[in-house]
């Protein structure tokens, strides 16, 4: 057998690459101040009007919620008033019932004024003990 021949070495070349990849986010009611500025130099006054709306949006969002705590707190106290007076209809109706000597009319009476408000009673407390 004869000895294999020797090649030249050739040298290797080798080819790097690098990438980069920059982002970036912004959140926020307004745009980026980036954004703002380049809107200012296309339409001088651009930024003003952009806070101005800002601000008239936030004040129109806030002046929405107030009234609708207003309403939820309205509704609420509603509840809490006609829940009262069911509940203090059906005592006083179960106790005129069983000093009229008719006992049966006079439990249906109590159970009916009190059902609603120890219904909601017990469902309040399971519900905050499942948060």
């Known amino acids: 057998m004869a000895p294999p021949e020797k090649r030249p070495e ?3 070349q080798a080819t790097i690459q690098v990438q980069s990849r920059i982002a970036q986010s912004f959140e926020g009611p307004l745009p980026h101040p980036a954004v703002i500025e380049g809107y200012e130099k296309l ?16 004040k129109k969002r806030m002046e929405e919620e107030r009234v609708y705590v207003h309403a939820e707190t309205t509704a609420m106290l509603r ?28 439990i249906a009476a109590i159970v009916i004024g009190i059902a609603p408000v120890a219904s909601s009673l017990i469902s309040s407390i399971r519900a905050k003990k499942e948060k």
């Open 10 to 12: 050739k040298p290797v």
């Open 43 to 58: 339409h001088p006054g651009a930024a003003a009007l952009f806070f101005r709306l800002f601000e008239e949006q936030a």
């Open 79 to 106: 509840g809490q008033v006609f829940g009262f007076a069911l509940a203090f209809g059906g005592l006083v109706a179960g106790f005129t019932l069983a000093l009229l000597d008719r006992p049966t009319e006079a």
